[in-house]
């Protein structure tokens, strides 16, 4: 079973609220990533890094922002939440010397914008 | 046209059955192809990578490559209960990311 975590697993928040995702892995993995999935709908990558202060935007855009100040831990923050914003986050990460990028997901936060 | 597709289902299936879940895709650079399952209200988990061509087996799954169709296809036997979730294809592209099919929702009926 994979080491990576994520706090909290459900959120319902009002409007205009500032808030957090935690993300944190144990395995020591260089890259981490986050996707947003809402039901029945595929993964789409939001963010991702390298590595320590390496962020990049991914295919979908996001009005989330993160960081990477430790390898293992990769925080999302929406400033002001939207009821738009209302899906699940899922987090990931992987070894960059692996050729086949095995990603390795957390349980996901599911998150509901009022 | 998107790199990866996949059937959404839902595919029903009694107890037992042997199950084939497929995915196409458009590139034929990639290289590394994989099959993720995800429970409902779960990260998806990795269940098998191939690399090109061929099979792989592992317990009761296939994982089977077909480059010249560019068609990846996991096969189930003995399909169980259990094994009822969905099913994501990714392919690891030229960006040296997964790019992920939609996922394919398998329902085991006992």
């Known amino acids: 079973e994979a080491d990576i975590y994520q706090t909290p697993r459900y959120l319902v928040i009002g409007t205009g609220k500032k808030i957090t995702l935690e993300c944190s892995q144990t395995?020591?993995?260089?890259?981490m990533y986050w996707y947003q999935q809402d039901p029945g709908m595929e993964l789409h990558l939001i963010h991702y890094s390298y590595g320590v202060n390496s962020t990049e935007k991914g295919d979908l855009s996001s009005e989330s922002t993160v960081s990477r100040i430790r390898t293992e831990h990769f925080p999302l923050t929406l400033e002001s939440a939207r009821p738009s914003h209302t899906s699940q986050y899922l987090c990931a990460s992987s070894t960059r010397t692996s050729a086949t990028d095995t990603q390795y997901f957390g349980p996901g936060t599911r998150l509901t914008v009022l | 046209q998107k790199e990866v597709e996949q059937d959404p289902g839902p595919l029903s299936v009694p107890e037992g059955a042997i199950v084939s879940l497929n995915c196409t895709y458009s590139n034929s650079a990639f290289q590394y192809f994989m099959w993720y399952r995800q429970y409902s209200r779960k990260g998806p988990e990795l269940l098998m990578y191939?690399?090109?061509?061929g099979n792989k087996e592992d317990g009761r799954f296939t994982a089977q490559v077909d480059k010249s169709s560019k068609y990846i296809s996991l096969f189930i036997r003995d399909s169980q209960p259990s094994d009822s979730a969905t099913y994501l294809c990714a392919v690891h592209n030229a960006g040296n990311m997964l790019t992920f099919g939609g996922g394919t929702r398998l329902m085991v009926k006992p």
């Open positions: 395995m020591g993995h260089d890259k």
């Open positions: 191939t690399y090109s061509s």
